[in-house]
């Protein structure tokens, strides 16, 4: 397994910032996230407030930092991150089939734009997964309903497919992905139902599928779902002015954090995440010494 | 008296980075500082942690930052602010003989260096003064001691010398000022002597000399001295993830709020200090409609 002193989780402006910091200070990390970094970056059409960079545009600053990047041989890790586990002392990460280990942890995954549906929070664990690697298996010649809402997971909604007896599946755009065992839903599913474990999901159309299991394959997860027991602020992570957050040796940086949503905010966080992240290091050293 | 929603004090980088989002928001603002910016930037000899530029020299990022502000036609006003009144709802801001009125302000001073002397903080205001401006008046025909760290405060030194009847002058640099009345000490000052009133400044010779009143003519002030009732937190101005102090209104950002000591971390807070003086004078606004 691989280990490291930091893992950074997210390529936006923030993980960027933190990794060029833990370069400089010869520091083992890996750095998840996408190797076009950030797309949020890449689609802004012109950035003014980014200091020293007059009239920029997004996909240009992108560029900038790809080549910031580049210069100082940092290279991303492009693995989804589907959990962090608190084991005291250090954390485990879990991306699909693949695990790390690290002694702090970073999390820079961006604001989180979607909304959950109801029972979907109140059913996670109970019949309610994030993770296809993880749980599938569970669903073993069942019926499942699978909520998806980026392209990318429809590998994992084939190797779903593969393993249950019937798929409902609900994409949030266009796409023409089709299994045998697969009903593509025409209309969305709006809320996730049962007492004790999640047993159907409601369609927009007023109707009802009854079901063994639901995934939701979404693009970003609410951070607490990543890494229980961290404590949130009204959607955001709730950290103080060193960017720790509530579990120790863990640390957040950028949107994730909260307001102002600004790439200088999040470059800004991602250098302080680091340095306080390295003094938790020292600190743990000392300790063992 | 000039009129002003926002005024930045500082031409480092968190100023600079609350005066570039003040434009973009249009706000009515005044930035306080240097034409030459950041003297600490200028001179640091090679930056790699500033994402966007890789191995870039303080002097041209300095210049990076400069070039930004002529772009968006942002001025320094070369004022040296020595007090700031909070007149409730309002500040007062004294730069020598000028006055300026602002809603908020961001502090964004840098890092304090300067240690002060014994019996400085304790006289301050019985006898001890930081704005020759401001008290030299009270001294007219009478003997002080004025410690000074940088030559350019050397004409305030001269307007001193021209109302006291003798001026005892410590610089801590090299400087070939005279005038009749003034005696430069060859032992530096190391302490303020006095109880209720300072009577007398103490030489690291050992020697003492009886005094009316001393000056201390620095370069930084400490910020709970430039505004009264600023919490501090070891040395560093208290703020909250806002960038909020104690005094409302009233916000910080860079060096000053306390490490880690950092470019980034200062454009980040001065991003952050702006967004946050922009919805405070959006309540004020609200308040008084």
Do not use: W
Not at 210 to 228: H, I, M, P, W
């Amino acid at each position: 397994m691989e280990e490291y002193e930091i893992a950074i989780i997210g390529s936006g402006p923030a993980g960027i910032s933190a990794a060029i910091n833990a370069k400089v200070r010869k520091k083992s990390f890996i750095l998840f996230g996408n190797k076009s970094l950030s797309e949020k970056v890449r689609c802004s059409h012109l950035i003014q407030n980014y200091p020293g960079f007059p009239d920029i545009s997004g996909r240009e600053l992108n560029e900038k930092l790809a080549e910031h990047m580049r210069r100082m041989n940092i290279s991303v890790a492009e693995e989804r991150i589907n959990g962090i586990y608190d084991i005291g002392g250090y954390f485990m990460l879990l991306a699909g089939e693949n695990e790390y280990k690290a002694d702090t942890v970073i999390i820079a995954t961006g604001a989180r734009t979607v909304k959950e549906l109801p029972g979907e929070r109140e059913l996670l664990g109970k019949g309610v997964s994030y993770c296809a690697t993880c749980d599938g298996n569970f669903y073993k010649g069942k019926t499942i309903a699978v909520i998806c809402d980026y392209k990318e997971a429809e590998e994992e909604v084939d190797f779903l497919a593969g393993l249950a007896e019937k798929v409902y599946f609900s994409p949030s755009y266009k796409t023409d992905f089709s299994r045998n065992n697969v009903v593509t839903l025409s209309s969305p599913v709006v809320s996730v139902k049962g007492e004790k474990h999640a047993d159907a999901v409601s369609l927009k159309d007023g109707s009802e599928i009854a079901v063994d299991g639901v995934f939701f394959l979404r693009q970003s997860v609410s951070a607490d779902v990543l890494l229980n027991g961290l404590e949130m602020d009204n959607g955001s992570i709730a950290v103080g002015r060193d960017m720790s957050t509530s579990v120790k040796g863990c640390f957040a940086a950028g949107d994730c954090t909260g307001a102002p949503y600004q790439i200088a905010k999040a470059i800004g966080e991602g250098n302080t995440a680091l340095h306080s992240a390295i003094r938790y290091l020292a600190g743990k050293k000392a300790q063992t010494e």
